[in-house]
Every structure is written in structure tokens, then in C-alpha cells.
């Protein structure tokens, strides 16, 4: 297993570590320091949840709009709570190296420090509601969404996360195994605390 390095090692990243120190917040650091400038999804979005009474209105409504759903999202789909008020949130796509991290990282290092920057874990009902609301998304964006895993029948923890193929887009997941870590360049999504 890779160690975290919780400190900057290049001028680049010793500049993110300083303006993170100040205040500035990750959302503003992602699009200065992407090498895709394709991306279609900005860095901030605000996005609706709620209005649904079971999470499978969620798979319904993913099918319908022609997205794929992969069979473990399916059961993570079903076990998910969704939230019963309306509510929008803003998210933001954050990198583990706008984050201060230069080498893999575990997933909740990763969570931890952005915490710290003033962010939250995601609902698990982010992952549909973005997925039905980012139609535009590259094959080269594979943002995972930052909230609680989901543990299937077997105890392995997933967090839903969004692809595009040839074959189109689709809801997936990742699993997050103890060992697991993630490159600094990995995306993840957020939520932004107001």
C-alpha cells in the first residue's frame, strides 16, 4: 500500500497548499490545474435531490433517459435511502492533488482533507440525480462521488461513481477496499457547504 503524503512536494502543489490555507476554495483550484479543458461538467453545480419516495424511481427514470446502470449501482440503487424534501445542493469536483495530495491516497484520506477545506460527503442520491443531469460527459471525466460506501450482501463498501464509454453513460461504482488508494489526479464530487 502506498503511503499519503499529507504535505506538497512541487512549487505547483506547494501554490494550492497556500491558497488552500487561505481560503480559497478546491472548486476555484480544479479548472487552473486540469490538463482536460474538455470537460463539460463545470468545476461548481447545484443540483436538486429529493421529490422521490424510492430509489427505485431513480433506476426508472436512468433507464428511461437511456443511461446504463451496472449490475452492483443496481444494488446499490436499491438499498440507498433517498431524501424525502426537496433540496439543492452545490457540488463541486475536487482532485486529490488540488487537495494537497501528491501520491495515492486513501479514499478517506482523501474525504478527511477535504472536510478540513470546508466540503462534505454527498448523499448517496447524488450519483443518480448527477448522472440523469450530466448527459455531455467525456470519456475522459470519471468523477466518483464522495459520500457514505454502501456495503453489499458480501460487507464490501462502494460509492457510486459516473462513466462514458462507446457504448454511452453509465451509473458504476467503486469499491473501496482497505487497500485501495486513489491517484492524485482522480476526480471526486462533493458537496460544498454553504
Known amino acids: 500500500m502506498d503511503s499519503t503524503s499529507i504535505g506538497p512536494s512541487t ?6 497548499a497556500n491558497k488552500l490555507e487561505h481560503g480559497l476554495n478546491p472548486l476555484q483550484l480544479l479548472d487552473g490545474n486540469r490538463s482536460n ?8 453545480i447545484s443540483i436538486r435531490l429529493g421529490g422521490r419516495t424510492q430509489p427505485n424511481e431513480y433506476r426508472d427514470s436512468l433507464q428511461r433517459a ?3 446502470i451496472c449490475g452492483t449501482a443496481n444494488l446499490l440503487l436499491a438499498s440507498m435511502t433517498v431524501i424525502e ?27 478527511d482533507r477535504a472536510v478540513t477545506q470546508g466540503l462534505d460527503l454527498c448523499p448517496a442520491e447524488v450519483g443518480p440525480a448527477l448522472r440523469l443531469n450530466w448527459t455531455d460527459q467525456s470519456e475522459d471525466e470519471l468523477p466518483c ?5 454502501i456495503t453489499d450482501k458480501e460487507g464490501s463498501p462502494f460509492v457510486f461513481a459516473l462513466t462514458r464509454y462507446e457504448n454511452g453513460s ?8 482497505g487497500t485501495d488508494t ?7 464530487v462533493f458537496v460544498r457547504k454553504h
Open 11 to 16: 512549487p505547483e502543489q506547494h501554490a494550492i
Open 37 to 44: 479543458t474538455r470537460s463539460k461538467l463545470p468545476p461548481s
Open 66 to 68: 437511456g443511461f446504463n
Open 85 to 111: 424534501p426537496v433540496i439543492v445542493l452545490g457540488l463541486v469536483r475536487v482532485t486529490g492533488a488540488a487537495l494537497g495530495f501528491t501520491r495515492r491516497s486513501s479514499f478517506d484520506s482523501i474525504c
Open 145 to 149: 462521488i464522495a459520500m457514505e460506501a
Open 170 to 177: 453509465w451509473l458504476t461504482v467503486n469499491l473501496l477496499r
Open 182 to 188: 486513489c491517484r492524485p489526479d482522480e476526480e471526486f
